[in-house]
Each structure stands twice: as C-alpha cells, then as structure tokens.
C-alpha cells in the first residue's frame, strides 16, 4: 500500500512480454513496471493489457506482487498493485509519458497519491518534447478512432455521438 522504486517504461506490449520472459531481465521487486501507449488512441482501443505479468525472473525468487501502472484496460478481478486507465492516456501527452526508466515513483494508497519524483520543469520539458508514436492511420476506421475517441473517464465514446441534448428514457412496455 506504500512503495517507492524505479520506473521501468514499455512502449508496446510485445516489447514487455518478450522482457518478462527473459530470466535475465534487469528487475527487481522494487521496480515500477510502466506499460504505456495503450490507452483508447494508442492501443489503440483500450486493449485489455493491464494485468502486466510479473516476470519471471521474480516469480523464481517468490515475488507474488510489484506496483504496475497503465493506461490500459483490465476487465474483471485480477492481483495485485495494478494502477490502471491513467488519462489522459500517455499516447496523447498524459502524465506516463513524461515517465523515463530509473525515475523514481512512490505510491500512497492510503493518501490517494502516485508521485513521478521529478522536478516539475524536468516534467514539463520532457511533455513539451514528447511525441507519439508514429502511425499511419491515413484513412478508415482507425484514422475515425484516432481522431475521434475520448478519454477513458469520458467513457471512450466517439466525440461525433455525444449530443448537448439529453434523450429521455425510452417507455419501457
């Protein structure tokens, strides 16, 4: 419920499996594993990717738990010090992509905070420099997707079907 250690930054899902496979991965229980670039834009989709594994290199010394933060998605019940749905989501500028490996990050769950321990002009510097991923969603569904989704607390609906009109219920027979 209380942890500081160092951040450890994946930009894409298949670069972290392949590293909490390999059983000489550079971790430790203190680590911060970070999985980012997988919210609703940069998933995209909001892939159901939070429940980042804990390496194996860990499970064969007894380590059941480590803190692991996301924008992605977990449905469900699962283990552990998952942080999840962080927005807005790290593809689109939030807060996990100011996020470098070895920062130091403490959580607090009984005082509801996540700290990255990096002066805050060092965090600003790094988001003003900060650019996604490149793609190449030049048409279709995903350039729709890209362009038009929302944030995960907004509810991941499509900007272009929110009305400023409120529908009422329809009568139930």
Known sequence: LKHRGPALVFDDYDAMMRAVNDED???????????????????PGMPEWGMLPIPKKLLKLGVRD??????????????GACILHVAPESYVGGPLA?????????????????????DAAEIERRL????????DYSRGYLKMHAEHIQQAPEGCDFTFL???????EPEIH
């Open 128 to 135: 003003t420099e900060w650019r996604p991923p490149e793609r």
């Open 25 to 43: 991965f550079d971790v430790t229980a203190e680590t911060v594993m970070i999985l980012r670039n997988a919210g609703p834009v940069g998933g």
């Open 98 to 118: 100011a996020v470098r490996n070895g920062d130091m990050i403490a959580l607090d769950v009984a005082s509801r905070t996540i700290t990255l321990e990096v």
């Open 66 to 79: 480590m803190v692991r933060i996301s924008d992605a998605r977990m449905s469900g019940t699962s283990y």
């Open 162 to 168: 929110q009305s400023p009109h409120k529908l009422p």
